[in-house]
């Protein structure tokens, strides 16, 4: 019997056990400390961002950057309706509105035309997420947060290793938030990282994340803050993940690229065009008219996938207010998208297995 391809998996090794092990054994504190600053540093070094600041997740990241950035209750953030439902609900939990836009076709992203006419004297911000590592040209992004003086957060959740015209995705904005959650590029099991030129917004959010102290261990407080920190554990773990960030790059291109080429022929199969250049595709995602079918078949031959996300108008939570209100792209892009197995760690032979029995599906 054929082995199970998973849609996705971690990708550890000895180096990651062997770090942990070293650090345990020099008595660090666990807590986030020194292990988490050189994170920092080199997620500096790689996305070219001045500062960075680890947290627990990417979506209390965007919360934090929500509240750093002084955006207050009841105000409006445009939000792309085809995201993680993190995007959208990093803003409802501090009584923040996330509006709803459609998304373009081509780029899955935040529809700029469509998102101006959402705009009201509410809407302080823009999240914008580039989703799978695909964005719009992002001079055409910021020009347009600039003219209309909305905020610009991005969700590159998905992106690390991802650019636009060789600048890092994440850094074209206030501030960028990344997620190292298990199916990401690198993980650290969970965690986030928020990235931004600003010193004073840095400043504020090492306070914001650390009780509103300026210092650990000093227990003054004149900052509302709470305890969004990360820890040092996950740090020596994430280091290690960061010396593989290269090469997973590589191979995630790679592993598009032969999907691609093995799949482009069958007429039933639609790919979203990819500059592979700048973009490392998270997820490799194609659009068929029969998801649920294609998955199931797959799952009988013992291969994973994964419907992507359903339009948030969709969920049950968001669903009673857009009622009324069609997202054609959002909509038609959901009903068709399947997520194939994408790890880091596929081999050639798998893809060639998971491509044939693609074929032998659709008799192609
Ligand atoms: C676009 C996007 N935003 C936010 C998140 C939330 O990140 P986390 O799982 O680290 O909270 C994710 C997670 O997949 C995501 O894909």
């Known amino acids: 019997m054929h082995k199970f391809i998973a849609q996705m998996e971690p990708w550890f090794d000895k180096k990651e056990a062997d770090a942990v092990y070293s650090y345990m054994k020099g008595g660090g504190w666990v807590t986030e400390f020194k292990k988490t600053q050189e994170l920092e540093e080199e997620i500096c070094r790689y996305t070219g961002a001045k500062y960075c600041v680890m947290t627990n997740n990417g979506t209390v990241s965007l919360t934090l950057a929500l509240l750093a950035l002084v955006v207050k209750p009841l105000s409006e953030v445009l939000v792309p309706n085809l995201t993680m439902i993190a995007t959208p609900n990093s803003a ?14 081509d780029t899955l992203c935040l529809d700029l035309e469509k998102a101006q006419r959402a705009i009201t004297k509410k809407t302080k911000a823009v999240i914008y997420v580039s989703c799978n590592g695909r964005s719009d040209d992002m001079r055409k992004v910021t020009k347009f947060c600039h003219d209309n003086n909305l ?23 206030i501030i960028g938030s990344f997620s190292f959650s298990v199916p990401k590029i690198i993980t650290t099991g969970q965690g986030g990282a928020l990235v931004t030129d600003d010193r004073k917004l840095y400043k504020k959010i090492k306070r914001l994340k650390d009780f509103g102290r300026n210092q650990g261990g000093i227990d003054i407080h004149d900052l509302w803050g709470w305890n969004f920190k990360f820890t040092d554990l996950q740090a020596v773990i994430g280091l290690e993940q960061m010396k593989k960030l290269k090469t997973r790059v590589l191979r995630k291109k790679e592993i598009y690229k032969k999907y691609h080429q093995l799949l482009s022929g069958i007429n039933e199969i639609q790919f979203i065009a990819t500059d592979l250049e700048n973009t490392t595709p998270w997820f490799v995602d194609i659009y068929v008219n029969d998801p649920d079918n294609l998955m199931e078949y797959l799952k ?19 669903k009673n207010e857009y009622k009324n ?10 009903s068709k998208g399947l997520w194939l197995p994408s790890s880091s760690n596929l081999t050639d032979s798998d893809i060639n297995r998971i491509a044939k029995t693609i074929r032998k599906y659709y008799n192609a």
């Open 92 to 105: 409802v939990l501090i009584g923040i509105k996330p509006i709803l836009v459609d998304v373009e076709k």
């Open 151 to 173: 905020l610009l957060i991005e969700d590159a959740a998905q992106s690390l290793g991802s650019f636009w015209q060789g600048k890092h995705l994440g850094t074209f904005g």
């Open 300 to 318: 009988k031959k013992r291969i994973g996938s994964r419907r992507i996300y359903p339009a948030i108008s969709t969920q049950k939570i968001y």
């Open 325 to 334: 209100q069609k997202f054609t792209n959002s909509e038609e892009i959901t």
